[in-house]
Protein backbone atom coordinates (compact mmCIF):
# COMPACT_ATOMS: atom_id res chain seq x y z
CA UNK A 1 0.00 0.00 0.00
CA UNK A 2 1.37 3.48 -0.70
CA UNK A 3 2.30 5.18 2.09
CA UNK A 4 -0.31 7.85 1.74
CA UNK A 5 -3.38 5.63 1.95
CA UNK A 6 -2.19 3.86 4.20
CA UNK A 7 -1.65 6.85 6.44
CA UNK A 8 -5.06 7.53 5.36
CA UNK A 9 -6.33 4.74 6.04
CA UNK A 10 -5.01 4.96 10.15
CA UNK A 11 -6.76 8.15 9.98
CA UNK A 12 -10.30 6.83 9.15
CA UNK A 13 -9.26 4.64 11.44
CA UNK A 14 -8.71 6.74 14.33
CA UNK A 15 -11.77 8.87 13.44
CA UNK A 16 -13.85 6.03 13.42
CA UNK A 17 -13.06 5.17 16.65
CA UNK A 18 -12.69 8.02 18.29
CA UNK A 19 -16.34 8.67 16.98
CA UNK A 20 -17.52 5.59 18.33
CA UNK A 21 -15.90 6.53 21.97
CA UNK A 22 -17.64 9.86 21.25
CA UNK A 23 -20.41 8.08 21.07
CA UNK A 24 -20.14 5.82 23.90
CA UNK A 25 -19.12 8.38 26.20
CA UNK A 26 -22.26 10.62 25.31
CA UNK A 27 -24.30 7.45 25.53
CA UNK A 28 -22.46 7.01 29.33
CA UNK A 29 -23.21 10.52 30.40
CA UNK A 30 -26.93 10.80 29.09
CA UNK A 31 -27.50 7.68 31.01
CA UNK A 32 -30.56 8.30 34.25
CA UNK A 33 -30.00 5.24 35.89
CA UNK A 34 -31.47 7.13 39.26
CA UNK A 35 -34.72 7.24 37.30
CA UNK A 36 -35.01 3.78 36.59
CA UNK A 37 -34.50 1.80 40.01
CA UNK A 38 -36.37 2.94 42.85
CA UNK A 39 -35.76 6.05 45.23
CA UNK A 40 -32.00 5.38 44.30
CA UNK A 41 -29.37 8.29 44.19
CA UNK A 42 -26.65 8.99 42.06
CA UNK A 43 -23.64 9.63 43.03
CA UNK A 44 -21.25 9.28 40.37
CA UNK A 45 -21.89 8.95 36.58
CA UNK A 46 -18.82 8.80 34.46
CA UNK A 47 -17.14 7.54 31.17
CA UNK A 48 -13.53 5.63 32.05
CA UNK A 49 -11.05 5.78 29.09
CA UNK A 50 -9.39 2.54 28.59
CA UNK A 51 -6.47 2.13 30.71
CA UNK A 52 -7.55 4.28 33.62
CA UNK A 53 -6.05 3.91 37.39
CA UNK A 54 -9.47 4.74 38.54
CA UNK A 55 -9.18 6.56 41.94
CA UNK A 56 -11.77 5.85 44.90
CA UNK A 57 -10.82 9.08 46.83
CA UNK A 58 -14.18 8.28 48.99
CA UNK A 59 -13.75 4.53 49.98
CA UNK A 60 -13.19 3.37 53.65
CA UNK A 61 -9.26 3.04 54.12
CA UNK A 62 -10.06 -0.61 55.99
CA UNK A 63 -10.68 -1.86 52.03
CA UNK A 64 -7.49 -1.05 51.18
CA UNK A 65 -8.58 -0.51 47.91
CA UNK A 66 -8.15 2.96 46.85
CA UNK A 67 -7.66 2.86 42.88
CA UNK A 68 -7.94 0.06 40.80
CA UNK A 69 -6.68 -0.03 36.48
CA UNK A 70 -9.77 -0.36 34.43
CA UNK A 71 -8.15 -1.92 31.59
CA UNK A 72 -10.69 -1.29 28.64
CA UNK A 73 -13.69 1.27 28.13
CA UNK A 74 -16.86 1.49 30.47
CA UNK A 75 -19.39 3.60 31.76
CA UNK A 76 -19.48 3.60 35.45
CA UNK A 77 -22.70 4.30 37.57
CA UNK A 78 -22.69 4.51 41.08
CA UNK A 79 -26.20 4.93 43.36
CA UNK A 80 -26.81 4.44 46.67
CA UNK A 81 -30.68 2.10 46.91
CA UNK A 82 -32.00 2.26 50.40
CA UNK A 83 -33.13 -1.48 51.19
CA UNK A 84 -34.97 -0.35 54.53
CA UNK A 85 -35.62 3.19 56.48
CA UNK A 86 -32.71 2.57 58.40
CA UNK A 87 -30.66 0.92 55.89
CA UNK A 88 -28.91 0.94 51.82
CA UNK A 89 -26.40 -0.07 49.76
CA UNK A 90 -23.75 1.60 47.54
CA UNK A 91 -23.96 -0.13 44.28
CA UNK A 92 -21.75 -0.35 41.26
CA UNK A 93 -21.97 -0.16 37.94
CA UNK A 94 -19.19 -1.23 34.90
CA UNK A 95 -21.05 -1.21 31.39
CA UNK A 96 -18.74 -1.73 28.66
CA UNK A 97 -19.31 -0.43 25.57
CA UNK A 98 -21.85 -2.40 23.20
CA UNK A 99 -19.00 -3.34 20.79
CA UNK A 100 -17.12 -5.13 24.04
CA UNK A 101 -20.02 -6.16 26.03
CA UNK A 102 -20.82 -10.07 25.36
CA UNK A 103 -24.13 -9.92 26.60
CA UNK A 104 -23.25 -11.02 29.99
CA UNK A 105 -23.97 -10.06 33.40
CA UNK A 106 -21.59 -10.26 36.34
CA UNK A 107 -22.19 -9.86 40.12
CA UNK A 108 -19.15 -9.44 42.43
CA UNK A 109 -19.22 -10.69 46.25
CA UNK A 110 -17.41 -9.03 49.23
CA UNK A 111 -15.16 -10.79 52.09
CA UNK A 112 -15.55 -11.23 55.77
CA UNK A 113 -18.18 -9.53 57.39
CA UNK A 114 -16.91 -6.51 55.24
CA UNK A 115 -18.57 -4.29 52.88
CA UNK A 116 -15.56 -3.95 50.61
CA UNK A 117 -16.59 -3.38 47.25
CA UNK A 118 -13.26 -5.60 44.71
CA UNK A 119 -13.08 -3.48 42.48
CA UNK A 120 -10.43 -6.14 41.10
CA UNK A 121 -12.90 -8.68 40.33
CA UNK A 122 -15.63 -6.06 38.67
CA UNK A 123 -12.71 -5.08 36.29
CA UNK A 124 -11.54 -8.72 35.44
CA UNK A 125 -15.07 -9.20 34.35
CA UNK A 126 -15.55 -5.92 32.73
CA UNK A 127 -11.80 -7.01 30.79
CA UNK A 128 -13.96 -10.19 29.37
CA UNK A 129 -17.11 -8.59 28.13
CA UNK A 130 -19.39 -8.57 31.36
CA UNK A 131 -21.58 -5.80 32.29
CA UNK A 132 -20.33 -5.83 36.16
CA UNK A 133 -21.93 -4.84 39.48
CA UNK A 134 -20.41 -4.78 43.17
CA UNK A 135 -21.83 -3.38 46.34
CA UNK A 136 -20.74 -2.60 49.45
CA UNK A 137 -23.08 -5.29 51.24
CA UNK A 138 -25.30 -2.55 52.79
CA UNK A 139 -22.28 -0.91 55.39
CA UNK A 140 -18.32 0.45 54.53
CA UNK A 141 -15.06 -1.10 55.57
CA UNK A 142 -14.13 -3.99 57.82
CA UNK A 143 -15.48 -3.16 60.82
CA UNK A 144 -18.94 -4.78 61.93
CA UNK A 145 -19.85 -1.82 64.05
CA UNK A 146 -22.62 -0.64 61.50
CA UNK A 147 -24.20 -3.76 62.73
CA UNK A 148 -24.73 -2.74 66.15
CA UNK A 149 -28.54 -2.48 66.84
CA UNK A 150 -29.32 -2.52 63.00
CA UNK A 151 -30.40 -5.46 62.04
CA UNK A 152 -31.55 -4.23 58.86
CA UNK A 153 -27.96 -3.67 58.20
CA UNK A 154 -27.34 -7.64 58.90
CA UNK A 155 -29.81 -8.31 56.94
CA UNK A 156 -28.20 -6.54 54.05
CA UNK A 157 -24.75 -8.58 54.42
CA UNK A 158 -26.86 -11.64 55.02
CA UNK A 159 -28.15 -11.62 51.46
CA UNK A 160 -30.37 -8.88 50.50
CA UNK A 161 -27.82 -6.66 49.23
CA UNK A 162 -26.48 -8.90 46.75
CA UNK A 163 -30.25 -9.61 45.99
CA UNK A 164 -30.80 -5.85 45.13
CA UNK A 165 -27.50 -5.37 43.27
CA UNK A 166 -28.19 -8.52 40.79
CA UNK A 167 -31.80 -6.52 40.27
CA UNK A 168 -31.34 -2.97 40.04
CA UNK A 169 -28.08 -4.28 37.97
CA UNK A 170 -29.97 -5.84 35.45
CA UNK A 171 -32.52 -3.45 35.26
CA UNK A 172 -30.03 -0.89 34.19
CA UNK A 173 -28.23 -2.79 31.58
CA UNK A 174 -31.64 -3.33 29.82
CA UNK A 175 -32.18 -0.10 29.79
CA UNK A 176 -28.80 1.26 28.48
CA UNK A 177 -28.08 -0.98 25.73
CA UNK A 178 -31.68 -1.25 25.14
CA UNK A 179 -31.72 -4.89 25.32
CA UNK A 180 -31.71 -7.51 28.39
CA UNK A 181 -28.61 -9.56 29.46
CA UNK A 182 -28.25 -12.97 28.14
CA UNK A 183 -26.66 -15.02 31.21
CA UNK A 184 -26.40 -13.86 33.92
CA UNK A 185 -23.29 -15.05 36.20
CA UNK A 186 -21.62 -14.30 39.84
CA UNK A 187 -18.31 -14.63 41.73
CA UNK A 188 -17.03 -14.67 44.87
CA UNK A 189 -14.46 -15.85 47.53
CA UNK A 190 -14.89 -16.46 51.35
CA UNK A 191 -17.59 -13.96 52.63
CA UNK A 192 -18.42 -13.96 48.91
CA UNK A 193 -18.85 -17.70 49.04
CA UNK A 194 -21.09 -17.72 51.26
CA UNK A 195 -22.99 -14.83 49.61
CA UNK A 196 -23.21 -17.24 46.34
CA UNK A 197 -24.86 -19.99 48.15
CA UNK A 198 -27.15 -17.68 49.59
CA UNK A 199 -28.18 -16.77 46.60
CA UNK A 200 -28.84 -19.75 45.17
CA UNK A 201 -31.22 -21.01 47.67
CA UNK A 202 -32.79 -18.04 48.28
CA UNK A 203 -32.94 -16.33 45.00
CA UNK A 204 -32.61 -19.23 42.71
CA UNK A 205 -33.36 -17.26 39.60
CA UNK A 206 -30.91 -14.47 40.33
CA UNK A 207 -27.72 -16.05 38.62
CA UNK A 208 -27.28 -18.65 35.51
CA UNK A 209 -23.79 -19.85 36.79
CA UNK A 210 -22.65 -18.90 40.23
CA UNK A 211 -18.60 -19.26 41.12
CA UNK A 212 -18.86 -19.75 44.90
CA UNK A 213 -14.65 -20.38 46.14
CA UNK A 214 -14.17 -21.02 49.85
CA UNK A 215 -17.84 -20.43 51.24
CA UNK A 216 -18.29 -19.44 54.65
CA UNK A 217 -21.31 -21.73 54.91
CA UNK A 218 -22.81 -22.38 58.23
CA UNK A 219 -21.88 -18.86 59.25
CA UNK A 220 -23.36 -19.10 62.51
CA UNK A 221 -20.87 -21.80 63.52
CA UNK A 222 -18.03 -20.75 61.49
CA UNK A 223 -17.88 -17.26 63.66
CA UNK A 224 -17.84 -19.92 66.40
CA UNK A 225 -14.96 -21.55 65.26
CA UNK A 226 -13.07 -19.03 64.40
CA UNK A 227 -13.74 -17.41 68.08
CA UNK A 228 -12.69 -20.68 69.42
CA UNK A 229 -9.09 -19.82 68.75
CA UNK A 230 -8.16 -17.11 70.86
CA UNK A 231 -9.41 -19.10 74.20
CA UNK A 232 -7.61 -21.63 72.99
CA UNK A 233 -4.22 -20.52 72.19
CA UNK A 234 -4.40 -17.79 74.51
CA UNK A 235 -3.01 -14.16 74.01
CA UNK A 236 0.52 -13.95 73.12
CA UNK A 237 1.96 -13.58 76.11
CA UNK A 238 0.37 -16.73 77.86
CA UNK A 239 2.93 -19.05 79.46
CA UNK A 240 2.08 -21.54 77.54
CA UNK A 241 1.37 -20.01 74.11
CA UNK A 242 2.84 -21.35 71.06
CA UNK A 243 4.69 -18.80 68.76
CA UNK A 244 4.31 -18.21 65.16
CA UNK A 245 7.58 -19.72 64.26
CA UNK A 246 7.31 -23.00 66.44
CA UNK A 247 4.05 -23.60 64.17
CA UNK A 248 5.88 -23.20 61.12
CA UNK A 249 8.97 -24.89 61.85
CA UNK A 250 8.88 -27.36 64.44
CA UNK A 251 5.17 -28.54 64.31
CA UNK A 252 5.13 -28.18 60.64
CA UNK A 253 8.11 -30.14 60.07
CA UNK A 254 6.54 -32.63 61.71
CA UNK A 255 3.39 -32.84 59.87
CA UNK A 256 5.13 -32.72 56.97
CA UNK A 257 7.53 -35.84 58.22
CA UNK A 258 4.36 -37.64 58.94
CA UNK A 259 1.91 -36.73 55.78
CA UNK A 260 3.76 -35.44 53.23
CA UNK A 261 3.99 -38.81 51.11
CA UNK A 262 0.80 -39.82 51.79
CA UNK A 263 0.67 -38.28 48.34
CA UNK A 264 3.71 -40.15 46.95
CA UNK A 265 5.29 -36.49 46.16
CA UNK A 266 7.41 -35.20 48.90
CA UNK A 267 6.89 -31.62 47.58
CA UNK A 268 5.53 -29.52 50.97
CA UNK A 269 1.66 -30.11 49.71
CA UNK A 270 -0.56 -32.47 51.49
CA UNK A 271 -2.35 -33.53 48.45
CA UNK A 272 -5.81 -34.76 49.98
CA UNK A 273 -5.46 -33.32 54.10
CA UNK A 274 -8.17 -35.85 55.06
CA UNK A 275 -5.74 -39.19 55.07
CA UNK A 276 -2.82 -36.27 57.30
CA UNK A 277 -6.28 -35.00 59.78
CA UNK A 278 -6.96 -38.68 60.15
CA UNK A 279 -3.55 -40.23 61.32
CA UNK A 280 -1.40 -36.59 62.27
CA UNK A 281 -0.23 -37.64 65.99
CA UNK A 282 1.31 -34.21 67.73
CA UNK A 283 2.51 -36.54 70.69
CA UNK A 284 5.72 -37.04 69.09
CA UNK A 285 7.08 -33.62 69.70
CA UNK A 286 6.31 -33.92 73.47
CA UNK A 287 9.19 -33.05 75.53
CA UNK A 288 10.87 -35.81 76.87
CA UNK A 289 14.43 -36.40 78.40
CA UNK A 290 15.80 -35.86 74.69
CA UNK A 291 15.06 -32.43 75.02
CA UNK A 292 15.83 -29.98 71.61
CA UNK A 293 12.61 -28.27 70.71
CA UNK A 294 9.55 -29.67 71.90
CA UNK A 295 5.80 -28.65 72.85
CA UNK A 296 4.58 -28.93 76.35
CA UNK A 297 1.99 -30.87 77.51
CA UNK A 298 -0.47 -28.22 77.18
CA UNK A 299 0.54 -27.32 74.07
CA UNK A 300 0.22 -30.67 72.54
CA UNK A 301 -3.28 -30.56 73.32
CA UNK A 302 -3.68 -27.46 71.76
CA UNK A 303 -2.11 -29.01 68.84
CA UNK A 304 -4.63 -31.83 68.61
CA UNK A 305 -7.86 -29.22 69.52
CA UNK A 306 -6.60 -27.03 66.47
CA UNK A 307 -6.91 -29.88 64.02
CA UNK A 308 -9.93 -31.27 65.83
CA UNK A 309 -13.48 -30.67 64.79
CA UNK A 310 -15.84 -28.36 67.32
CA UNK A 311 -18.48 -29.77 68.97
CA UNK A 312 -21.24 -28.29 70.51
CA UNK A 313 -23.03 -27.93 74.02
CA UNK A 314 -24.38 -31.75 73.24
CA UNK A 315 -21.47 -33.35 71.67
CA UNK A 316 -22.53 -32.78 68.28
CA UNK A 317 -20.57 -31.82 65.65
CA UNK A 318 -20.74 -28.03 64.40
CA UNK A 319 -17.09 -27.41 62.75
CA UNK A 320 -14.35 -29.69 61.05
CA UNK A 321 -10.76 -28.51 62.13
CA UNK A 322 -8.14 -26.73 60.30
CA UNK A 323 -6.71 -28.78 57.51
CA UNK A 324 -3.02 -29.96 58.54
CA UNK A 325 -0.76 -27.58 56.46
CA UNK A 326 -3.13 -24.48 57.05
CA UNK A 327 -0.86 -23.82 60.07
CA UNK A 328 1.99 -22.29 58.01
CA UNK A 329 -0.78 -19.28 57.19
CA UNK A 330 -2.91 -19.99 59.89
CA UNK A 331 -0.59 -18.04 62.19
CA UNK A 332 -1.43 -14.71 60.44
CA UNK A 333 -5.24 -15.15 62.33
CA UNK A 334 -6.22 -17.95 63.55
CA UNK A 335 -3.11 -19.02 65.72
CA UNK A 336 -2.17 -15.53 66.05
CA UNK A 337 -2.53 -14.81 69.58
CA UNK A 338 -5.39 -12.09 69.14
CA UNK A 339 -8.82 -12.42 68.58
CA UNK A 340 -10.26 -13.16 65.14
CA UNK A 341 -11.31 -10.07 64.29
CA UNK A 342 -14.72 -10.90 62.05
CA UNK A 343 -16.01 -13.11 64.52
CA UNK A 344 -15.33 -10.26 67.66
CA UNK A 345 -17.12 -8.34 65.78
CA UNK A 346 -20.11 -10.10 65.03
CA UNK A 347 -20.28 -11.59 68.86
CA UNK A 348 -19.83 -7.89 69.84
CA UNK A 349 -22.17 -6.16 67.77
CA UNK A 350 -24.75 -8.50 66.60
CA UNK A 351 -24.63 -11.28 69.01
CA UNK A 352 -24.98 -9.61 72.15
CA UNK A 353 -25.01 -6.74 70.91
CA UNK A 354 -22.56 -5.27 73.62
CA UNK A 355 -19.52 -3.71 72.32
CA UNK A 356 -17.19 -4.41 75.79
CA UNK A 357 -18.10 -7.72 75.13
CA UNK A 358 -14.53 -10.05 76.05
CA UNK A 359 -13.26 -12.30 72.90
CA UNK A 360 -11.29 -14.23 75.63
CA UNK A 361 -14.29 -15.48 77.42
CA UNK A 362 -16.19 -16.82 73.95
CA UNK A 363 -17.35 -20.49 75.20
CA UNK A 364 -19.59 -23.39 73.35
CA UNK A 365 -22.36 -21.83 74.83
CA UNK A 366 -22.00 -18.76 72.47
CA UNK A 367 -22.16 -20.68 69.57
CA UNK A 368 -25.42 -22.39 70.68
CA UNK A 369 -26.35 -18.56 71.50
CA UNK A 370 -25.25 -17.50 67.77
CA UNK A 371 -26.83 -20.31 66.42
CA UNK A 372 -30.37 -20.13 67.79
CA UNK A 373 -30.85 -16.36 67.14
CA UNK A 374 -29.19 -16.53 63.49
CA UNK A 375 -28.63 -13.26 62.87
CA UNK A 376 -30.73 -11.76 59.44
CA UNK A 377 -30.57 -15.53 58.90
CA UNK A 378 -27.01 -15.61 57.70
CA UNK A 379 -26.51 -19.21 58.53
CA UNK A 380 -26.16 -19.85 55.03
CA UNK A 381 -26.60 -23.33 55.61
CA UNK A 382 -28.90 -24.82 52.84
CA UNK A 383 -30.14 -28.53 52.75
CA UNK A 384 -31.78 -27.98 49.35
CA UNK A 385 -30.47 -25.91 46.01
CA UNK A 386 -33.52 -28.01 43.82
CA UNK A 387 -35.31 -24.58 43.12
CA UNK A 388 -31.69 -23.29 41.23
CA UNK A 389 -31.13 -26.75 39.80
CA UNK A 390 -34.41 -27.14 38.45
CA UNK A 391 -33.89 -23.93 36.25
CA UNK A 392 -30.93 -24.91 34.89
CA UNK A 393 -28.39 -23.21 36.84
CA UNK A 394 -25.04 -24.10 37.82
CA UNK A 395 -22.85 -24.30 40.48
CA UNK A 396 -18.42 -24.63 40.67
CA UNK A 397 -17.05 -24.46 44.12
CA UNK A 398 -13.65 -24.54 44.83
CA UNK A 399 -11.79 -24.72 47.94
CA UNK A 400 -8.32 -24.34 48.79
CA UNK A 401 -6.33 -27.51 51.04
CA UNK A 402 -4.33 -25.37 53.00
CA UNK A 403 -7.25 -22.43 53.48
CA UNK A 404 -6.12 -20.50 56.65
CA UNK A 405 -9.12 -18.86 57.53
CA UNK A 406 -12.35 -21.62 56.46
CA UNK A 407 -11.25 -25.26 56.80
CA UNK A 408 -11.86 -26.88 53.22
CA UNK A 409 -13.28 -29.99 55.07
CA UNK A 410 -16.53 -27.64 56.06
CA UNK A 411 -16.98 -27.19 51.81
CA UNK A 412 -16.75 -31.65 51.82
CA UNK A 413 -19.86 -31.87 54.76
CA UNK A 414 -21.56 -29.20 52.44
CA UNK A 415 -20.87 -31.50 49.52
CA UNK A 416 -21.65 -34.70 51.78
CA UNK A 417 -24.89 -32.53 53.68
CA UNK A 418 -26.58 -31.78 49.71
CA UNK A 419 -26.00 -35.25 48.61
CA UNK A 420 -27.62 -37.01 51.74
CA UNK A 421 -30.56 -33.89 51.84
CA UNK A 422 -31.55 -33.77 48.48
CA UNK A 423 -31.13 -38.08 47.80
CA UNK A 424 -28.41 -37.48 45.29
CA UNK A 425 -25.51 -38.99 44.36
CA UNK A 426 -22.54 -37.65 42.99
CA UNK A 427 -23.12 -37.86 39.65
CA UNK A 428 -26.91 -36.42 40.28
CA UNK A 429 -24.80 -33.50 42.17
CA UNK A 430 -22.45 -33.33 39.32
CA UNK A 431 -25.55 -31.71 36.98
CA UNK A 432 -25.35 -28.95 38.55
CA UNK A 433 -23.00 -28.64 41.22
CA UNK A 434 -19.22 -29.47 40.92
CA UNK A 435 -16.83 -28.96 43.88
CA UNK A 436 -13.47 -28.84 43.27
CA UNK A 437 -10.58 -29.02 45.61
CA UNK A 438 -7.01 -27.47 44.93
CA UNK A 439 -4.43 -29.13 46.95
CA UNK A 440 -1.59 -26.52 48.40
CA UNK A 441 -3.98 -23.23 48.00
CA UNK A 442 -4.36 -21.24 50.89
CA UNK A 443 -7.92 -18.98 51.80
CA UNK A 444 -8.70 -17.80 48.05
CA UNK A 445 -5.95 -17.65 46.27
CA UNK A 446 -1.74 -17.90 47.41
CA UNK A 447 0.13 -21.23 48.65
CA UNK A 448 2.50 -23.43 47.37
CA UNK A 449 -0.43 -24.94 44.98
CA UNK A 450 -1.06 -24.81 41.57
CA UNK A 451 -3.46 -21.83 42.70
CA UNK A 452 -4.21 -19.96 39.67
CA UNK A 453 -7.57 -19.99 37.82
CA UNK A 454 -8.88 -17.35 37.28
CA UNK A 455 -11.19 -16.87 40.34
CA UNK A 456 -9.79 -13.36 41.42
CA UNK A 457 -9.10 -10.19 39.73
CA UNK A 458 -5.55 -10.43 39.69
CA UNK A 459 -6.01 -13.62 37.29
CA UNK A 460 -2.68 -14.49 35.14
CA UNK A 461 -4.43 -17.54 33.25
CA UNK A 462 -6.28 -16.53 29.75
CA UNK A 463 -10.19 -17.09 29.59
CA UNK A 464 -10.69 -20.20 28.65
CA UNK A 465 -12.74 -22.97 29.90
CA UNK A 466 -9.83 -25.34 30.67
CA UNK A 467 -7.88 -23.12 33.09
CA UNK A 468 -10.30 -20.53 33.66
CA UNK A 469 -12.95 -20.75 36.38
CA UNK A 470 -14.96 -17.92 35.40
CA UNK A 471 -15.13 -19.08 31.31
CA UNK A 472 -15.47 -22.72 32.59
CA UNK A 473 -18.96 -21.60 34.09
CA UNK A 474 -19.83 -19.49 31.06
CA UNK A 475 -19.04 -22.94 28.86
CA UNK A 476 -21.19 -24.84 30.89
CA UNK A 477 -24.32 -22.29 31.15
CA UNK A 478 -23.78 -21.61 27.21
CA UNK A 479 -22.57 -24.26 25.75
CA UNK A 480 -24.15 -27.21 28.41
CA UNK A 481 -19.69 -28.08 28.46
CA UNK A 482 -19.74 -29.36 32.41
CA UNK A 483 -15.98 -29.18 33.77
CA UNK A 484 -14.59 -32.03 34.53
CA UNK A 485 -11.02 -30.53 36.23
CA UNK A 486 -9.57 -27.28 36.52
CA UNK A 487 -6.29 -26.74 35.47
CA UNK A 488 -4.00 -25.18 37.83
CA UNK A 489 -1.62 -23.19 36.98
CA UNK A 490 1.69 -22.01 39.47
CA UNK A 491 3.54 -18.95 38.18
CA UNK A 492 7.09 -19.01 39.70
CA UNK A 493 7.51 -16.84 42.61
CA UNK A 494 3.79 -15.93 41.57
CA UNK A 495 4.94 -13.66 39.39
CA UNK A 496 3.51 -14.45 35.81
CA UNK A 497 6.11 -12.53 33.97
CA UNK A 498 8.44 -15.33 35.59
CA UNK A 499 6.31 -17.52 33.71
CA UNK A 500 5.12 -21.11 34.18
CA UNK A 501 6.05 -23.48 37.27
CA UNK A 502 4.29 -25.90 36.95
CA UNK A 503 0.13 -26.86 36.38
CA UNK A 504 -1.81 -29.86 38.06
CA UNK A 505 -5.97 -30.88 36.89
CA UNK A 506 -7.61 -30.11 39.64
CA UNK A 507 -10.05 -33.08 40.34
CA UNK A 508 -13.77 -32.57 41.21
CA UNK A 509 -14.87 -34.71 44.41
CA UNK A 510 -14.83 -36.79 45.37
CA UNK A 511 -11.99 -37.26 43.10
CA UNK A 512 -8.59 -37.02 44.52
CA UNK A 513 -5.63 -35.78 42.59
CA UNK A 514 -3.61 -39.14 42.47
CA UNK A 515 0.14 -39.19 41.93
CA UNK A 516 0.94 -42.34 38.84
CA UNK A 517 4.26 -41.82 38.49
CA UNK A 518 7.07 -39.40 36.80
CA UNK A 519 8.12 -35.87 36.99
CA UNK A 520 5.69 -34.54 39.44
CA UNK A 521 5.69 -31.08 38.28
CA UNK A 522 4.31 -33.19 34.73
CA UNK A 523 0.77 -32.46 34.30
CA UNK A 524 0.22 -35.79 33.21
CA UNK A 525 2.12 -37.60 35.73
CA UNK A 526 -1.30 -36.99 38.24
CA UNK A 527 -4.94 -38.65 37.44
CA UNK A 528 -8.35 -37.96 39.04
CA UNK A 529 -9.22 -40.93 40.72
CA UNK A 530 -11.63 -42.67 43.32
CA UNK A 531 -10.32 -42.91 46.81
C1 LIG B 1 -4.07 -0.57 27.28
O1 LIG B 1 -2.80 -1.06 27.70
C2 LIG B 1 -2.45 -2.31 27.12
C3 LIG B 1 -1.16 -2.79 27.76
O2 LIG B 1 -0.26 -1.75 27.96
C4 LIG B 1 -2.34 -2.17 25.61
O3 LIG B 1 -2.06 -3.42 25.02
C5 LIG B 1 -3.67 -1.64 25.06
O4 LIG B 1 -3.55 -1.38 23.69
C6 LIG B 1 -4.09 -0.37 25.78
N1 LIG B 1 -5.42 -0.01 25.31
C7 LIG B 1 -5.74 1.23 24.94
C8 LIG B 1 -7.11 1.43 24.41
O5 LIG B 1 -4.96 2.15 25.04
C1 LIG C 1 -19.91 4.51 52.14
O1 LIG C 1 -18.96 4.85 51.15
C2 LIG C 1 -19.51 5.56 50.06
C3 LIG C 1 -18.39 5.78 49.07
O2 LIG C 1 -17.91 4.56 48.61
C4 LIG C 1 -20.13 6.85 50.52
O3 LIG C 1 -20.78 7.46 49.43
C5 LIG C 1 -21.15 6.56 51.60
O4 LIG C 1 -21.62 7.77 52.14
C6 LIG C 1 -20.52 5.76 52.72
N1 LIG C 1 -21.53 5.41 53.70
C7 LIG C 1 -21.35 5.62 54.98
C8 LIG C 1 -22.48 5.20 55.87
O5 LIG C 1 -20.34 6.13 55.44
C1 LIG D 1 -39.26 1.76 59.61
O1 LIG D 1 -39.96 0.66 59.07
C2 LIG D 1 -40.49 -0.22 60.04
C3 LIG D 1 -41.12 -1.38 59.29
O2 LIG D 1 -40.15 -2.03 58.52
C4 LIG D 1 -41.47 0.49 60.92
O3 LIG D 1 -41.93 -0.38 61.93
C5 LIG D 1 -40.81 1.71 61.55
O4 LIG D 1 -41.76 2.45 62.26
C6 LIG D 1 -40.17 2.58 60.50
N1 LIG D 1 -39.44 3.64 61.14
C7 LIG D 1 -39.46 4.90 60.74
C8 LIG D 1 -38.60 5.86 61.48
O5 LIG D 1 -40.13 5.24 59.79
C1 LIG E 1 -0.77 -10.05 78.63
O1 LIG E 1 -1.05 -8.89 77.87
C2 LIG E 1 -2.28 -8.26 78.20
C3 LIG E 1 -2.49 -7.12 77.23
O2 LIG E 1 -2.52 -7.62 75.93
C4 LIG E 1 -2.27 -7.80 79.64
O3 LIG E 1 -3.51 -7.24 79.96
C5 LIG E 1 -1.95 -8.98 80.54
O4 LIG E 1 -1.80 -8.53 81.86
C6 LIG E 1 -0.69 -9.70 80.12
N1 LIG E 1 -0.55 -10.92 80.89
C7 LIG E 1 0.63 -11.33 81.34
C8 LIG E 1 0.62 -12.65 82.08
O5 LIG E 1 1.64 -10.70 81.18
C1 LIG F 1 9.43 -12.99 44.71
O1 LIG F 1 8.29 -12.22 45.09
C2 LIG F 1 8.49 -11.40 46.21
C3 LIG F 1 7.18 -10.68 46.48
O2 LIG F 1 6.15 -11.59 46.64
C4 LIG F 1 9.60 -10.40 45.99
O3 LIG F 1 9.84 -9.68 47.16
C5 LIG F 1 10.87 -11.15 45.57
O4 LIG F 1 11.86 -10.23 45.22
C6 LIG F 1 10.59 -12.06 44.40
N1 LIG F 1 11.77 -12.85 44.06
C7 LIG F 1 12.27 -12.86 42.85
C8 LIG F 1 13.46 -13.75 42.65
O5 LIG F 1 11.79 -12.22 41.94
CA1 LIG G 1 3.06 -34.20 49.02
Request: negative net charge.
Amino acid sequence: MPPILALLLATLQFLVSTNAQNDFKQKCLAFKPDTLTQSSILQILEHIPANTSLAFPGNDESCNRASQLISSEACRVALTIPTSNRSGIVFELFLPTPEEWTGRFLGTGNGGIDGCIKYEDMAYGLRHGFAVTGSNNGHNGTSGFAFLHNPDIVTDFSYRSLHTTATAGKTLVRAFYGKPHTKSYYIGCSGGGRQAIQSASLYPTDYDGIIAGAPGVNFNYMSSWRASFYPLTGPKNSSDFIKAETWQGLIHDEILRQCDELDGVRDGVLTDPGLCAGIFDPETLLCGEKGGQCLSEKQVEVVRQVFSPLHGENGELIYPGLQPGAEVRATERLLSGTPFPYSEDWFKYVVFSNPSWDPATWTIRDATVAEAMNPGNARSWPDTLAPFRDRGAKMMIYHGGADQQITGFNTERFYHRLSSSMDHTNEQLDDFLRFFRIPGMGHCSGGLGAWQFGQTGAAGVEFEPGMNVLAAVVDWVENGKAPEMILGTKFVNDTVDMGVDYQRSHCRYPFRSTYIGGDSKDVDSWACKLP
